[in-house]
Structures are given as structure tokens and as C-alpha cells.
T-cell receptor, first 114, second 117 residues
């Protein structure tokens, strides 16, 4: 059981380049999330998807787009990367029922924008 | 909006001793959930313990326990018999169900815990 899988694990981009971060979960979870983690800032929600076909903005959505391709996959796209988007990106998913079910996280993608 | 505050950016403890990490939060909700996540150097986010706000009993998971004070909006984590493998960043997180199957987490900024031999 792989859980939440993120690809790639590391990436270096030049300013202005585009990039899609991939995320897939095999736990039949309805909800999926993208976070970014910056030093001293904790994790901040970029976008989330409550179910297949729906997406909503989180706390820091500017500069990003997302696609919920199907129930398993939720991708994050940087159309024109900026140095301020240098961060570690985490994908997470949560089950459809259960009042206290935690989110399950992928291992993260370290993204550097030069 | 909910906020989560971890007032201790860094802490250290000797192996086998006990340490308590602090967390306070601000919310007007009555029904919510609280979590502690651990992030070791491997960068994985690992759930340590969870607490439902409607439960008065403090959650316990082996060496990890919480002191949940709902009126004070405080949710501290106690680690007993600290081990070298407990060295990690610890995040406190608040979750308010926002309808359907969507549960959004709000994280604190984290406390870096170092366990010394």
C-alpha cells in the first residue's frame, strides 16, 4: 500500500519555466490537498479538492493551478515559476467519512526556482 | 479564521527525560479536532496523536500524551522517556470540518525538538 505518492522528489527550475507536480493516492480518499512548507511558516494550504471534479483555493493560491484528474490524482501546476515559489510541496489526502480521520501526506517535493 | 500558535521554536531534552511542547489555538467553533504531527529529517509528515474537542479525556499513544484544555484553547504534547528517534519538527494542527468530506488543517509554525544522548 503506497499511500500518497508525489513525483518528482526534487526539481530545479529557472524563473518563468512551467512545471506540474503530480500526486496520486491509492486509499480511495475523496479529499486531496496541496500544501507548501517554508522555513518558520509551517504548512500552508494552496488548493484542495473535496471530491473529483471540484477544487477550491486555500490560503496561498496565487501563482498556482490545480487539476483533479480523477479520484486518485491531484496535480499542482506552476505556469510561470518565480523564486518566491521555492519551497517544499506536500500533497495529502483524507478519507470520505470519519470525524477525526487525519490527513495522509506524501513525502514532499523540494522545488527550487533560480 | 483559525490560528495555531506554537510559542517554542526550538527545544531540547536529554534522552529518557520528559518534555512538553506547547500549542494554543484560536477558534469560535465548538466542534473541532486537534493533531500533533512529527516531521523527522526524512521530511515525512507522521501523525503522532489526535484529540476530539468533544472528548474531555486526554488522548494517549504510548509515550505521547496531550493535555487538552478546551476553555484555555491549549493543546500541549508530552513526550515521556524521550528517545533519539524523537528528534524532529513537531507541528500542532487544528481541523474544523467544513462540510461533506472536506476537512482543512491549519498548522502552527512548528517546534524543533532535539533529543540529546
Amino acid at each position: 500500500n503506497a499511500g500518497v505518492t508525489q513525483t518528482p522528489k526534487f526539481q530545479v527550475l529557472k524563473t518563468g519555466q512551467s512545471m506540474t507536480l503530480q500526486c496520486a493516492q491509492d486509499m480511495n480518499h475523496n479529499s486531496m490537498y496541496w500544501y507548501r512548507q517554508d522555513p518558520g511558516m509551517g504548512l500552508r494550504l494552496i488548493y484542495y479538492s473535496a471530491s473529483e471534479g471540484t477544487t477550491d483555493k486555500g490560503e496561498v493560491p496565487n501563482g498556482y493551478n490545480v487539476s483533479r484528474l480523477n479520484k486518485r490524482e491531484f496535480s499542482l501546476r506552476l505556469e510561470s515559476a518565480a523564486p518566491s515559489q521555492t519551497s517544499v510541496y506536500f500533497c495529502a489526502s483524507s478519507p470520505p467519512v470519519g470525524r477525526n480521520q487525519p490527513q495522509h501526506f506524501g513525502d514532499g517535493t523540494r522545488l527550487s526556482i533560480l | 479564521a483559525q490560528t495555531v500558535t506554537q510559542s517554542q521554536p526550538e527545544m531540547s531534552v536529554q534522552e529518557a527525560e520528559t518534555v512538553t511542547l506547547s500549542c494554543t489555538y484560536d477558534t469560535s467553533e465548538n466542534n473541532y479536532y486537534l493533531f500533533w504531527y512529527k516531521q523527522p529529517p526524512s521530511r515525512q509528515m507522521i501523525l503522532v496523536i489526535r484529540q476530539e474537542a468533544y472528548k474531555q479525556q486526554n488522548a494517549t499513544e504510548n509515550r505521547f500524551s496531550v493535555n487538552f484544555q478546551k476553555a484555555a484553547k491549549s493543546f500541549s504534547l508530552k513526550i515521556s522517556d524521550s528517545q533519539l528517534g524523537d528528534t524532529a519538527m513537531y507541528f500542532c494542527a487544528f481541523m474544523k470540518p467544513s462540510g461533506g468530506s472536506n476537512y482543512k488543517l491549519t498548522f502552527g509554525k512548528g517546534t524543533l525538538l532535539t533529543v540529546n544522548p
